[in-house]
Structure formats: C-alpha cells, structure tokens
C-alpha cells in the first residue's frame, strides 16, 4: 500500500505560478509510473503530468510548455511546477502511483488538493 500527501494547492491570479508536492511512503523508483490528475467541478479526472519509473514524461495538450513533472527520489517526492496558471486550471489534482504486474495494476491516490486561479 503505497501512501501519498499533496501539498502546495492554493489561490493564484492567472498568469501565476504554485508547485505541488507528493510525498510518497515508499521509493518512487520502485512505482512504475507517478501522475498527477485533476477533477474539475462536472467534469472527469484526467491525466495532467506523467514520470516513469526511468524518467520519461508526458503532458496532457493544454498544460505543454506550461507545467513540469519532476522528482526527488532521495525524497520520494514528486512535483508540478505549474507556471502561466489560468482560469480553466482550477481543480482539485491529485498525485497517483501506478504500479502493475503482469497480471495486475494498482492504482494509489492522494487526498487531494485545491488549486483555484482567479481571472
């Protein structure tokens, strides 16, 4: 059971900046992948941010050039560094680690944090 606590949600204008932070119970370089999704109010979570295991990373469209995914596995801690915010970035993101085998996935999930931009 992988545990995880978000941290660094807030209220930010747009055109500003806030990083997330995931702390992790267990070694991130164990997890196959940490993700960061977000759920606005009537709509479905999505996928913002993805690092694996060995690094690699993926952005949903609309956050390209905007957010970064990074780690500190010293730390066990993933973050998003979200620059350029705007109004339709408002959620709740939650931090994720999957891991699977050959036969099953795990999905882990954070509580949650807020993060609200105002136009």
């Known amino acids: 059971q992988v545990q995880l606590v978000e941290s660094g949600g807030g209220l930010v204008q747009a055109g500003g900046s806030l990083r997330l932070s995931c702390a992790a119970s267990?070694?991130?370089?164990?997890?196959?992948?940490m993700g960061w999704y977000r759920q606005a109010p009537g709509k479905q979570r999505e996928l913002v941010a993805s690092?694996?295991?060995?690094?690699?990373?993926d952005y949903e469209d609309s956050v390209k050039g905007r957010f970064t995914i990074s780690r500190d596995i010293a730390k066990n801690t993933v973050y998003l560094q979200m620059n350029s915010l705007k109004p339709e970035d408002t959620a709740v993101y939650y931090c994720n680690a999957r891991r699977w085998t050959l036969t099953t996935t795990m999905n882990y999930w954070g509580q949650g944090t807020q993060v609200t931009v105002s136009s």
């Open positions: 690092i694996s295991s060995g690094g690699s990373t």
């Open positions: 267990e070694s991130i370089f164990s997890i196959n992948t």
